[in-house]
């Protein structure tokens, strides 16, 4: 089955630098790679997400890019705010006719200094 | 996208009973899915519940230990049998695509 692998498991940055989280996978079938950013006490919030058919995808500070041929995706996170401190998870699709069906990274607690 | 509502957010229950966690979507969907999240780790798929069917259990999870109910394309219930201090975990609620509701928290003592 699929297997992803996420890098790092701790993340510090300060406020206003970048954050890059880094994931692999191992199913080349693999055609859907969402982002989630999980706070305390809550569920997992979808935050971006990709499609084998595209390289890279940005919404405002928040941008993901995928390499298919190296058979890995990234998140980027610019002018990181205080807020953005959580734990983040990346996923891919793991087979069957579902998007549901995801196989999850072992997560990244992101810190955000003031 | 869909609303998730999941009861209850969260139980502290005693070693040997069940616990039924319910999952409510504000939309009809093809298929549920549930998850569960051990303490400070990453979530795991446990089955898919599809209307009308017996639902699929991934690797490592049994249908006498998580018996699933999806009574019609709206609902679905997780039930968590014969409970041990291992099974403390959230527990989430998922559908395509790949939205979350906020989690049933278990504690088992």
């Known amino acids: 089955g699929e297997n992803v692998e996420q890098h790092p498991s701790t993340l510090s940055v300060q406020e206003g630098d970048s954050a890059v989280i880094k994931c692999t996978y191992s199913d080349s079938a693999s055609n859907y790679f969402p982002w989630y950013k999980q706070e305390l006490g809550k569920g997992p919030q979808l935050i971006i997400d990709?499609?084998?058919?595209?390289g890279e995808k940005k919404d405002q500070r928040i941008a993901v890019t995928l390499n298919k041929t190296a058979k890995h995706f990234s998140l980027h996170i610019t002018e990181t705010q205080p807020e953005d401190s959580a734990v983040y998870f990346c996923?891919?699709?793991?087979?069957?006719?579902?998007?549901?069906?995801?196989?999850f990274g072992q997560g990244t607690i992101l810190t955000v200094h003031p | 996208s869909a609303v998730i509502s999941q009861k209850p957010s969260r139980d502290i229950c005693q070693r040997g009973t069940s616990l039924t966690i319910q999952c409510q979507v504000d939309s009809q969907v093809t298929m549920m899915f549930w998850y569960r999240q051990q303490p400070g780790q990453s979530l795991t798929l446990i089955a898919t519940a599809n209307q009308g069917s017996e639902a699929t259990y991934e690797s490592g999870f049994v249908i006498d230990k998580f018996p699933i109910s999806r009574p019609n394309l709206t609902f679905s219930t997780l039930t968590v049998s014969n409970m041990s201090p291992e099974d403390s975990s959230i527990y989430l609620c998922?559908?395509?695509?790949?939205?979350f509701g906020s989690g049933t928290r278990l504690t088992v003592v």
């Open positions: 996923a891919a699709y793991a087979g069957g006719t579902s998007y549901g069906k995801l196989t």
């Open positions: 998922s559908v395509e695509p790949g939205t």
């Open positions: 990709i499609r084998s058919n595209v």
